[in-house]
């Protein structure tokens, strides 16, 4: 898939800068892609986003703040995670409305009255924000992996924990090599790994941008943003729950509280899944965002 990187200017109340990538027939229904913490945009493959144009829709996938070439907040407070955690919110800079905010920015500046969201991870609580404060702007909502906020579903495994800890990497190597690691952990268990492929997608991410504590004021603003359970069961969407059985980063238990919590959300559990996309999957998950969104096309 040929599509050429961009970069929209001034977007949304805070003026940042965002890196961007339109991909599929202009006249069809748009679909917006936000990723997780830590990851850049290409954290959705090029053949996962080839599935869905494939199936009628157009995508949009960007860099969020603080993450690959969109703006990074390097004059902010530094972030402690230990510390939101334990309820000292001092080093938090912006929140999970913030970067909903810098998504219907984009949609602005693409002239774009609103749009299909889809969030993976990280990126599923942004979009059940957009969804919950932006609510105009949302014609379907589709929370990947992800959770409510309510801090008694969704926990990590300690094994997950662990992969993501240590002392931190110092050369381009090291990074590639913790990522690779990362992915390996927190992936599939039910499906063959693509090292290859995620050694690919590590040197990537790293030659465009490689900001740790960006990564850190990331999850500061989610700590930060708090429980969204309540305010999700005031929606009134066509919303879809993806989830993995064997997901060690954010256990099924997260994405069943989400299902539960909007009404009418449909809730579609892969069994041998963890947090990651694993190519076998591409088609399924494809074929079931794309069936919601011409469902939801259809009935506006």
């Not at 955690?85 to 913030?98: E, Q, R």
């Not at 991870?121 to 906020?149: D, F, K």
């Not at 449909?266 to 996309?277: K, N, P, R, T």
């Not at 494809?286 to 969104?293: G, P, R």
């Amino acid at each position: 898939m040929t599509v050429s990187e961009e970069k929209a200017v001034d977007v949304g109340p805070a003026g940042i800068e965002v890196a961007y990538e339109r991909s599929g027939d202009r006249r069809a229904p748009a679909v917006l892609l936000v990723m997780g913490i830590a990851l850049q945009m290409y954290g959705w493959p090029d053949g996962f986003c080839a599935e869905l144009t494939g199936r009628g829709v157009q995508v949009i996938r960007f860099d969020n703040r603080d993450a690959g070439l969109s703006s990074h907040f390097a004059d902010a407070p530094v972030p402690d995670v230990r510390a939101a955690l334990a309820g000292d919110l001092s080093s938090v800079s912006y929140t999970l409305s913030d970067m909903a905010a810098d998504a219907v920015g984009l949609l602005d500046t693409l002239g774009l009255d609103s749009a299909h969201v889809v969030g993976l991870s990280l990126g599923g609580a942004i979009a059940q924000t957009m969804a919950i404060e932006h609510p105009g702007r949302v014609r379907s909502l589709t929370s990947l992996m992800s959770t409510t906020g309510d801090p008694a579903v969704g926990l990590p495994k300690p094994e997950a924990l662990g992969a993501l800890t240590g002392p931190p990497p110092k050369s381009r190597e090291e990074v590639v090599e913790r990522m690779v690691t990362a992915v390996r952990v927190l992936g599939s268990p039910g499906f063959a790994f693509d090292e290859a492929a995620a050694r690919e997608r590590a040197g990537r991410a790293f030659d465009r941008s490689y900001d740790p504590l960006g990564v850190a004021r990331q999850a500061v603003a989610s700590v930060a943003s708090g429980d969204r359970t309540a305010r999700l069961g005031s929606l009134r969407l066509p919303a879809l729950v993806i989830h993995g059985a064997d997901d060690p980063m954010c256990d099924v238990s997260g994405g069943r509280a989400t299902a539960a919590a909007v009404p009418g959300a449909e809730l579609a559990v892969f069994a041998g899944m963890g947090h990651d996309l694993p190519r076998a999957l591409w088609p399924a998950i494809a074929s079931l965002i794309t069936d919601l969104v011409h469902r939801a096309e259809a009935g506006r």
